[in-house]
């Protein structure tokens, strides 16, 4: 059973960068077919997929973000961490680290429970 859980500062100042990292446990974030993803959710508002890194270490990133976004990895800890530069209080909510899993034409997700992010000066 693949568990994820986040972890980083809930304390962030507008012009800095965020980092926050996912640990994986009962799977390889290495493994074939899995995209493993952040996803945030401002307050009052819906979900916002930020980007990904696959089991290739290839990394896309949503447009409207990329400036700023980039995912990287570390094998040897099975963590992928999230960096997103520059912040502003609208970057603040829950931010998710999520393995999308697409194989034999079927596509499913696994979530951390989420941690609060504030941007705040």
């Known amino acids: 059973q693949v568990q994820l859980q986040e972890s980083g500062p809930g304390l962030v100042k507008p012009s800095q960068t965020l980092s926050l990292t996912c640990t994986v446990s009962g799977g390889s974030i290495t493994a074939n077919y899995h995209y493993w993803s952040w996803i945030r959710q401002p307050p009052g508002k819906g979900l916002e997929w930020i980007g990904y890194s696959s089991s290739r270490d290839i990394t896309f990133y949503n447009p409207s973000l990329r400036s700023r976004t980039s995912i990287s990895r570390d094998t040897s800890k099975n963590q992928f961490t999230l960096h997103l530069s520059s912040v502003t209080p609208e970057d603040a909510g829950v931010y998710y680290c999520?393995?999308?899993?697409?194989?034999?034409?079927?596509?499913?997700?696994?979530w951390g429970q989420g941690t609060q992010v504030t941007v705040s000066s």
């Open positions: 999520v393995l999308l899993t697409v194989e034999s034409g079927r596509s499913w997700g696994s």
